[in-house]
């Protein structure tokens, strides 16, 4: 299994920024796939952007132009750049990933088999 450690939550004004990290470590396959999901109270959990084992990426319409999501494999981390931050940002933010033997999806939607990092809470007033 994938160990996640997230990272870099708390509390912003509406229009700042924060950066959340993710460390992976003991991935079983090379073909790593990665996401963030966030889940505020009350809501299902929803994909907010991921990374495929190939690069490519996907955001949710919600956070379009305002996140970035990037990795940095020399260092095994995930990050989610955050700009122009909304009320309606708050949330649990979770890192997710999976590897598989040669290509793992990206995607919105939670992989079947997927790690899970603790979580770390955003709150945007």
């Known amino acids: 299994h994938v160990q996640l450690v997230e990272s870099g939550g708390g509390s912003v004004q509406a229009g700042g920024s924060l950066r959340l990290s993710c460390v992976a470590s003991?991935?079983?396959?090379?073909?790593?796939?990665m996401g963030w999901f966030r889940q505020a109270p009350g809501k299902e959990r929803e994909g907010v952007a991921s990374i495929d084992s190939r690069g490519f990426i996907t955001y949710a319409d919600s956070v379009k132009g305002r996140f970035t999501i990037s990795k940095d494999n020399a260092k095994n981390t995930l990050y989610l750049q955050m700009n122009s931050l909304k009320p309606e940002d708050t949330a649990t933010y979770y890192c997710?990933?999976?590897?598989?033997?040669?290509?793992?999806?990206?995607?919105?939607?939670?992989?079947?088999?997927?790690?899970w990092g603790q979580g770390t809470q955003v709150t945007v007033s």
């Open positions: 003991g991935y079983t396959y090379t073909a790593v796939c």
């Open positions: 997710e990933a999976e590897s598989a033997l040669t290509y793992c999806s990206g995607g919105l939607q939670p992989h079947d088999f997927a790690d």
